[in-house]
């Protein structure tokens, strides 16, 4: 038996505001199921962020159900779960998955975490913050018991795990139980292919490229998704790579030496089908930066979708930065700032705090301040009560600010 895994195709983004970007996501996705139905696989996984959003857009939702209803046509069902950009992290709320389970979308969830699929025991848990880690440790231990009574078995996550992925991740490798065949992961958006307990644990990657720091990986591994073959005592792992529809090209130019810099570039991307994003490093600038800026969009502005130039002046040096590598970002200094405290589950409740509100999602942040306080503070017969509120800044020019208020004895 075999079946296609894929994940983080992110429907619906809008990258750096282009909808020629958005419309290149919904392309390699059309591609991907494709390609899957000429797999001839029995079923597919995807492991979250089907979506950009909790809340997809229509031509989103369409993409998407597009290719569902192709496979339904196929024979092929697909089973999901929700990853952290499709998630809306409170009670009560459902993922943008569950629109489709009338058209056949299996959903993996909290409810119905389970399914079987001829003789294969599928189990998987939609994201969990790493403010939620003992309740996600807990359900991975309840799945694993289960696993034990099927010969095979596949777990399907969207978490990142130290050993893949340092920066802020929600698992360490030893908290993944060891007894199932393969282990469907999403959330990394490079390739990883790695022997792990009893079988193969494999993220597909993104299928396109949803920040340049991708690209080094991309062009070692290209993007796509996997085809796996259960059929023997260890799952055989293909990966399948797709075309992704735009290029982007990186280029270090010297102010000296503009002109040929730019006829090269020319030379390179003349015959492309879509217009490239233009990545440029312009070293020696001696004169304005915005009349070298306007040089380049002379010549290559009708020639490429996007210029992203980044000038170097004359004397200067630029320190390069290997993106793969770690980096301080905010989730460090955070975490540096509460040191003091000798607490790692505050920072880590800091860290999720901090990537809910920076996009303005009040209703996930209200739900795991809550989540928090009931889990550490509160009696088992009351619960916090919480409410958000604006505060009036003194320029009424400013944007308001929004803050969390609790009620209740923080002992």
Sequence with gaps: MKFAHLADTHLGYRQYGLFEREKDFYEVFEKVIDKIIEENVDFVIHSGDLFETARPSPMALLAFQKGLLKLKGAGIPMYAIAGNHDSVMRKGSIPPQVIFKKS?????????????????????????????????????????????????????????????????????????????????????HKYINDAYGNGRLVYPGSGEIWKTSELEDYRQNGKGFVVVDMEG???VIKRVKIDIPREFIERKLDYNNLESGIDGIKETIK?????????????????????????????????????????????????????????????????????????????????????????????????????????????????????????????????????????????
């Design 271 to 411: 015959d492309f089908d879509k217009k490239p994003i233009l990545k440029l490093v312009i070293n020696n600038v001696e004169d304005d930066t915005r009349k070298v800026y306007e040089i380049i969009r002379q010549e290559l502005g009708d020639l490429s979708l996007m210029i992203r130039p980044t000038f170097v002046m004359a004397g200067e040096q630029m320190e390069l930065i290997n993106l793969n590598q770690d980096k301080i970002g905010p989730e460090q200094l955070i975490e540096k700032q509460l040191e003091g405290y000798g607490n790692s589950e505050v920072t880590t409740l800091a860290i999720d705090l901090y990537h809910y509100l920076s996009k303005d999602k009040m209703d996930e942040s209200h739900e795991l301040i809550s989540q928090y306080y009931n889990d550490h503070y509160s009696n088992d017969d009351k619960d916090v009560e919480f409410k958000t509120e604006e505060i009036q800044n003194d320029d009424s020019s400013e944007k308001n600010d929004t803050q969390i208020t609790f009620k209740g004895d923080l002992e």
């Design 233 to 235: 005592s260890k799952p």
């Design 104 to 188: 056949g979308l299996k959903v993996i969830s909290t409810i119905n975490p389970t399914y079987m699929h001829g003789d294969i025991f599928i189990a998987g848990l939609p994201y969990y913050p790493a403010s939620h880690a003992k309740a996600l440790k807990s359900k991975l231990a309840e799945l694993s018991e289960k696993a034990t009574h099927h010969d095979k078995s596949i777990l399907v996550l969207h978490q990142g795990i130290d050993k893949y992925f340092s920066l802020s991740h929600e698992l360490e490798i030893g908290d993944i139980p060891d007894n199932f065949n393969y282990y469907a992961l999403g959330h990394i």
